[in-house]
């Protein structure tokens, strides 16, 4: 899979925990402001959210052949499974913003994580028609 479709999975799977953490913290406060957005506070929010970011976090990991790399892979697989615990099981309602906002971290620990370990070293030489005026020239 080219490197590019690759990077693209990280980025779409951190901005769905962005997503997620944003929706666990702030949405409260903005339907105190903005009562229109009540409907988005309902657990299909969660539940589709799950759905859409558990597919395309595991594409990541598997496309940047990483699942046997605990370092990124146990964050964003915990992290998972505590996105599904909060949106599925209606036992933890009474932890259901914890679970999800620290879900949503490991995910994002783990694509950022693998984002930065793929992204490739540019070295500032002649070459790279951007360096002029480097130190030293």
């Known amino acids: 899979m080219p490197d590019l479709k690759k ?11 962005a997503l997620c953490v944003v929706h666990c913290l702030a949405l409260p406060f903005l339907v105190v402001l903005l009562p229109a957005l009540t409907p988005f506070t309902g657990s299909w929010v969660h539940a589709a959210l799950v759905l859409t970011a558990a597919p395309i976090s595991l594409w990541a990991i598997r496309a940047s052949h ?19 615990l909060a949106a599925f099981i209606p036992a933890l309602a009474g932890i259901e913003v914890i679970l999800s906002v620290i879900g949503a971290l490991l995910i994002a620990t783990g694509h950022t994580y693998n984002y930065l370990r793929n992204r490739p070293v540019h070295v500032h ?10 130190a030293g020239e």
Do not use: F, T, Y
């Open 7 to 17: 990077k693209w999975l990280d980025i779409a799977s951190l901005a769905l925990s």
């Open 66 to 84: 990483v699942w046997r790399k605990w370092q990124i892979s146990a964050p964003i697989i915990i992290g998972l499974i505590l996105l599904a």
């Open 125 to 134: 030489d002649r070459a790279c028609g951007h360096a002029e005026g480097l």
